[in-house]
C-alpha cells in the first residue's frame, strides 16, 4: 500500500498533482533588452551613431536567422509517424530559434528607440546650452510633485521640470531642480518660467540638465484639467486625514492620540504622496525596509483591480475587462504615474487583455512583458534603482514565495509560513540593489513587513475612497479617512519600535562588491537550506574520522549521489577467485509481470513524457501536464487483440465482423 503523505512532503507530492510549470520563454528577451537598454543610454547622447549601426546588426541578425530556419526546416511528410518509430525531435531546435530571434527583436526595438531618443537629445537646445556658461530663461511644466530634503546644514527641494522652451525655442527635454525652499509652494503641473544656468548631467541619467540653488522661478499659471483634478484629490485625502495642507477646511480631522507622522502617512500609503512626511518616520521606515509602502506598487494595483474583478463576477468577461481597464487608466492618474506605477500598470494590462480572451494570465510572462515595453516606452529606466527594485522583488515574489512557504509550512502553520515567506523573498531579491544605495544590512526588515502587512490593503481602500469622496462629502471623507490614518499609526509605531532595536542597522561593504557579497551569501543560504544539501553535509557528519573523508567532500563539493547499494546497486558476476567457503552474491530477481500489462507512474514523476511542442519543448520545466485520456472504440462484433503471440494459420486467426466495409478494414479495430 502506498505511504500517506506527510507534512515535510513537497506540496505536488501532498496533493497528488503535478507541480505547475514554470514559463521562462520570455525571460530571455526581458533580460536581453534590459541589457542593451542599460549599455544605450550609458553612452554619451552625440554617440547615437553608435547605438543605431547595434540596433540594425540585430535587425540583420534576426533576418538571417529567420531565412535560415525557415530554408532548412524539415519536409513533414518523411517524418516517420508510426507508434515507437526513432524522432529527430525537432521541437527542441525550433524552441531554442525562436527564443533567440524573439530575444534579437526585443534588443533591436530597445536600441533602435534609445538611439532615436540619443539623436533628439544631441539636437535640443537645452544640451546645447549645457555646454556654455551663462544664465537662459526656461518655460515648462512642474512634473513630479517637490520633494523637501532637509539636512542639517540645508533644506533642498527636488523635482523634475519638463522643458517646453528656451528663449523662445522649442524643447522637449527634462531637467532635474536642486534649489531652495521657494521651489516647496509649487504642485505638479504648475507653468513656471525659470532664469538659470543648466549643467550637464551624467549620460545615463533621463534628465539632459541640472538646475541649481541659483535659478530663480515664477509661478505663470497653475495646474489645471485632468492635473488639477488630480491635485484636488490629492488635497482632499490630506486635510481628511488632517496633514498639513498650507490650510484647513471643514473636512479636516481633529489632533487625535496618534504617533506624529501618522496623518501624513496616509496619503503616501493610498496615492504615494509623501512631501509631508516628517524627516524622523522616512528614516525609520528606510532602515527597516518599509519604504516601498509609499511607492505605489504592484500591490495598490493588484489590491484595486482584485476588488473589481471580484465584485464584477456575474459581468461578462470582455465588460470586465474594459471596466478594469478604465478603473487601471484612472488609478494611473490619481497617483501620477512614475516606474513602479508604469510597470505595475503595464502587468496589469496584460492580466486584463488575459482576461477579456478567456485565458489564465501567467505572471512571469506578464512581467517579461512588461519590462520589454516599458523600456521600449523609456530606455532610460534601465538604470532606475526604482524600476529595478520593483522588478527585483515582484520577480522573487513570483518565484520564490511558494517554495519557501512550502519550506516553512514544515514547521509553522500554513497562514504564518506564507505571511512571513512574501517579505523574506522580497527583502532577499532586493537585498542586492539596496546595498548599492545604502551599504547596510538590517536585521529586523522581515518582522517589521510581517507586521506591517495586514494593515496596508484597509489603508490602500480607505485612502483611495477618502480621496474620491473629500470634494463632494468632506465630512465622510473623514470617517473613511479614520481606519487608514489608524492603520498608519500602527505602520509609524512598527518602524519606530524595530528600527531603535539592536542590529537594526548593520554596516555591508558598500559598491558593486558589497552587492555581489550579499548575493553570494544568498546563494549558499539557499544551497544550505535545501533538504539534499542538509542530508549530504549529515552523512559527511556522520562519517568516522580518517577514511573516506576527502571523496564525499568532493562529491558535496560537486553534487554527485555515491552509487546505489543493496537491491537498487548494480550486480557484478562472481569473482571465480573467492573463497570457497564464502557464497557467491546472487543477481536480484527479475520482477514478474502479466502479459499486456504495463508498469503505470504518477503524472508528476520526471518518467513520463513531456509535451513536445515549442512553447514548452526548451524554457519550460519538465513537468507534464495530464491530458484526459480519450477511450478507444471498438465496431461491434469484434475482438480484441491477443495477448500472446499465436500461429499463422488461418484457422487461428479471430473471425473478422461482419459489419460494413469489413474487406478493407483490419480483423479487428481499436
Request: charged letters at 15%.
Amino acid at each position: 500500500s502506498a505511504l500517506a503523505p506527510s507534512r515535510r512532503d513537497p506540496p505536488h507530492v501532498r496533493s497528488g498533482k503535478a507541480p505547475e510549470a514554470l514559463d521562462l520563454r520570455l525571460l530571455p528577451p526581458a533580460l536581453g533588452a534590459w541589457a542593451a537598454a542599460f549599455w544605450a543610454v550609458g553612452r554619451p547622447a552625440a554617440a547615437w551613431s553608435a547605438v543605431a549601426a547595434a540596433a540594425l546588426a540585430c535587425l540583420g541578425a534576426a533576418i538571417l536567422l529567420a531565412v535560415a530556419v525557415l530554408r532548412r526546416r524539415p519536409p513533414r511528410h518523411r517524418a516517420d509517424h508510426r507508434p515507437g518509430a526513432p524522432q529527430d525531435r525537432p521541437e527542441t531546435i525550433g524552441s531554442a530559434t525562436a527564443s533567440l530571434l524573439v530575444c534579437l527583436v526585443a534588443i533591436c526595438g530597445v536600441l533602435a528607440v534609445g538611439a532615436a531618443q540619443m539623436w533628439s537629445r544631441s539636437l535640443d537646445p537645452l544640451t546645447a546650452a549645457t555646454t556654455r556658461p551663462g544664465f537662459v530663461t526656461l518655460i515648462g511644466t512642474i512634473a513630479e510633485q517637490p520633494r523637501v530634503s532637509a539636512t542639517p546644514r540645508a533644506t533642498t527641494v527636488i523635482t523634475i521640470l519638463d522643458v517646453e522652451s528656451l528663449e523662445g525655442r522649442p524643447c522637449r527635454q527634462r531637467a532635474i531642480v536642486l534649489a531652495g525652499q521657494e521651489w516647496a509652494r509649487l504642485e505638479m503641473g504648475d507653468r513656471v518660467r525659470v532664469h538659470a544656468s543648466p549643467e550637464a548631467t551624467d549620460p545615463g541619467r533621463r534628465e539632459a540638465a541640472l538646475i541649481g540653488r541659483s535659478a530663480s522661478v515664477r509661478l505663470l499659471e497653475p495646474a489645471s484639467g485632468t492635473l488639477g483634478a488630480v491635485t484636488a484629490l490629492r488635497r482632499g485625502l490630506a486635510q481628511a486625514a488632517g496633514a498639513p495642507t498650507g490650510g484647513a477646511s471643514p473636512g479636516q480631522a481633529p489632533p487625535g492620540p496618534w504617533p506624529a507622522g501618522s496623518r501624513e502617512l496616509v496619503p503616501g500609503v493610498a496615492l504615494g504622496d509623501d512631501h509631508a512626511l516628517p524627516a524622523s518616520v522616512r528614516q525609520d521606515m528606510r532602515t527597516v525596509s518599509m519604504t516601498h509602502l509609499t511607492a505605489v506598487s504592484g500591490q495598490h494595483v493588484a489590491i484595486v483591480l482584485g476588488l473589481c474583478l471580484a465584485a464584477l463576477g456575474v459581468v461578462p468577461r470582455r465588460w470586465r475587462a474594459l471596466i478594469g481597464a478604465l478603473l487601471l487608466a484612472g488609478l494611473v492618474i490619481l497617483v501620477r504615474p512614475s516606474g513602479s506605477v508604469l510597470r505595475s500598470a503595464a502587468m496589469g494590462s496584460v492580466m486584463l487583455l488575459g482576461v477579456a480572451a478567456g485565458r489564465r494570465a501567467t505572471a512571469l510572462p506578464s512581467l517579461c512583458t512588461a519590462i520589454v515595453l516599458l523600456l521600449l516606452i523609456d530606455p532610460w529606466q534601465a538604470r532606475d534603482y526604482g524600476f529595478a527594485l520593483s522588478v527585483s522583488a515582484t520577480a522573487g515574489i513570483l518565484l520564490g514565495q511558494r517554495p519557501v512557504a512550502a519550506a516553512l509550512s514544515r514547521h509553522l502553520p500554513r497562514w504564518a509560513a506564507t505571511a512571513v515567506a512574501l517579505p523574506l523573498v522580497a527583502q532577499a531579491a532586493c537585498a542586492p540593489i539596496l546595498i548599492l544605495l545604502q551599504p547596510s544590512v538590517g536585521a529586523w526588515s522581515v518582522p517589521a513587513n510581517v507586521l506591517a502587512a495586514p494593515v496596508v490593503p484597509l489603508v490602500t481602500v480607505c485612502g483611495v475612497l477618502a480621496a474620491l469622496i473629500a470634494p463632494l462629502w468632506p465630512a465622510a471623507a473623514w470617517i473613511i479617512a479614520w481606519p487608514a490614518t489608524a492603520g498608519c499609526a500602527w505602520l509609524v509605531a512598527v518602524a519606530g519600535a524595530f528600527a531603535h532595536l539592536p542590529g537594526a542597522q548593520m554596516a555591508w561593504p558598500a559598491g558593486i562588491t558589497g552587492a555581489l557579497g550579499a548575493a553570494g551569501a544568498e546563494a549558499v543560504a539557499l544551497a544550505l537550506a535545501h533538504p539534499g544539501a542538509r542530508r549530504r553535509c549529515a552523512c559527511l557528519l556522520r562519517r568516522p574520522p580518517g577514511a573516506g573523508r576527502l571523496p564525499g567532500i568532493l562529491r558535496a563539493a560537486v553534487g554527485r549521489r555515491p552509487p546505489p547499494r543493496g537491491r537498487l546497486g548494480p550486480w557484478h558476476p562472481p569473482d571465480p577467485r573467492a573463497p570457497a567457503g564464502r557464497a557467491a552474491p546472487e543477481a536480484p530477481a527479475p520482477r514478474q509481470e502479466s502479459p499486456g500489462t504495463r508498469q503505470s507512474s504518477p503524472r508528476w514523476s520526471s518518467s513520463a513524457p513531456g509535451r513536445r511542442s515549442w512553447p514548452t519543448a526548451l524554457w519550460r520545466s519538465s513537468w507534464p501536464r495530464p491530458r484526459p485520456r480519450t477511450p478507444r472504440r471498438r465496431s461491434r462484433g469484434s475482438r480484441p487483440p491477443p495477448m500472446r503471440p499465436t500461429s499463422s494459420t488461418p484457422s487461428s486467426r479471430p473471425p473478422c465482423s461482419e459489419s460494413r466495409g469489413s474487406s478493407s478494414s483490419p480483423p479487428w479495430s481499436r
